[in-house]
């Protein structure tokens, strides 16, 4: 389809070696005073970021570590930076961290718009109404995105809502390489499975009349498996990290999604509805990409050529095992999953009865129902004995 809205906006994304600089060049265009709001583990861990919190006056300077936040969170905080006459947020942090921020300056401007009880997944909280709350994000771990996107996941009374407005863009990100060197490789990994995810979904799922949109989605999907294998030879490879960190940020301007409907990357409701269960964004795509995997390869889900064809390209660009990746590094997040007896989820139907209600007019806008939906929850049960599927049922 030609009419569909490309959910892309302007956030100036900077990527270079001096941190400092590139800050304060952001600062001087931010109105006064500036919050900062910093997740401590990150701060602790790096120089550069110890040497701006200690900058950064006491008042000015909001911690929080990392979680999903919640509705009354947001609001709270929008209220006391408001007291405090913020005029504008630096936010620190992976993306837990980022959504916070960008949610309360949101909330700043719009309080009452944060009052309304969602009746879905997606919440357009306000129309396009400025002026907003301006933000600069500067991202410390891989996978998210959340610096280059307009989106926020907040808790609601115990389930996550995707909250989406075209205020909520960053005004600037600051990607920096320095940034990155103590993160676990755990979380690298999983930022990269959640990338691959992020590219090769939509790209298989639904047809681009643009040819462009699979071939950036061939060369990023390439770019992940590279940086990868990189850091397989060496886990602590500054560049290599960077470079996932880059190739991470600008999937999520969705570029590959050109010509595909917004609701194309389906499988992350999916994900989501796993994570109303306890289970971790990682833990949630290790059990259900390498399902998808199968049932696009068997025919029970839309996308085998498709699928197959990126394969190709990635090979094509010097990275072979493009699928197989989606399928070991999924099976490889699931060792995380938590053992029977923790958290337990309602059967097949019950999960796809809760994903249709909160996203079932998107999902049907990108060709998936719930015959769809239904058929990967059915596989968890069939995922190997004493593996996936019996670490998620009752």
């Known amino acids: 389809m030609y009419d569909r809205v490309h959910w892309m906006s302007g956030t100036r994304l900077r990527g270079g070696e001096d941190f400092p600089r590139q800050l304060k060049e952001e600062l001087v265009t931010l109105p006064r005073p500036v919050l900062f709001v910093f997740d401590p583990v990150p701060v602790a861990a790096e120089e550069p970021l110890r040497a701006v919190y200690a900058q950064v006056p006491e008042r000015m300077r909001w911690d929080r570590p990392a979680r999903t936040p919640t509705v009354g969170e947001v609001r709270g905080a929008a209220r006391e930076w408001s007291a405090a006459g913020a005029a504008a947020v630096v936010a620190v942090g992976g993306g837990s961290t980022l959504d916070f921020a960008k949610a309360a300056a949101h909330c700043m401007r719009y309080p009452d718009a944060w009052e309304r009880d969602p009746s879905g997944g997606l919440v357009f909280p306000t129309a396009w109404e400025p002026p907003h709350v301006p933000v600069v994000a500067v991202p410390t771990t891989v996978g998210t995105g959340s610096e280059l996107n307009g989106k926020a996941v907040v808790d609601y009374g115990g389930r996550r809502r995707l909250v989406f407005h075209w205020g909520m863009y960053p005004q600037a990100a600051i990607v920096h390489p320095d940034l990155f060197r103590a993160v676990p490789w755990d979380v690298l990994m999983g930022g990269a499975l959640e990338t691959l995810a992020r590219l090769v979904v939509p790209a298989a799922s639904e047809r681009s009349p643009f040819a462009v949109a699979d071939a950036l989605a061939a060369a990023q999907a390439a770019a992940v498996l ?17 470079d996932l960190a880059m190739t991470t940020a600008t999937s999520v301007l969705t570029l590959h999604q050109l010509g595909r409907s917004p609701y194309s990357y389906w499988l992350w409701y999916l994900v989501t509805e796993l994570n109303n269960h306890g289970f971790t964004k990682r833990q949630a795509l290790g059990l259900l990409l390498p399902l998808w995997v199968r049932l696009v390869r ?8 498709a699928l197959a064809g990126l394969d190709a390209r990635a090979a094509a660009l010097g990275a072979p095992g493009l699928t197989e990746a989606l399928t070991a590094w999924g099976d490889a997040a699931v060792g995380d999953a938590p053992a029977a007896g923790g958290p337990a989820l309602p059967d097949a139907d019950g999960l796809t009865a809760a994903v249709l209600g909160d996203w079932g007019e998107g999902l049907a806008e990108a060709g998936i129902g719930g ?7 059915t596989g968890l049960d069939r995922a190997g004995s004493g593996g996936a599927g019996a670490a998620v049922r009752k």
């Open 226 to 242: 590279e940086a990868v294998g990189r850091l397989r030879a060496d886990p602590g490879g500054p560049r290599a990290r960077h």
């Open 371 to 377: 015959q769809e939906v239904r058929r990967v929850f």
């Open 298 to 305: 068997e025919g029970g889900l839309p996308g085998a050529e």
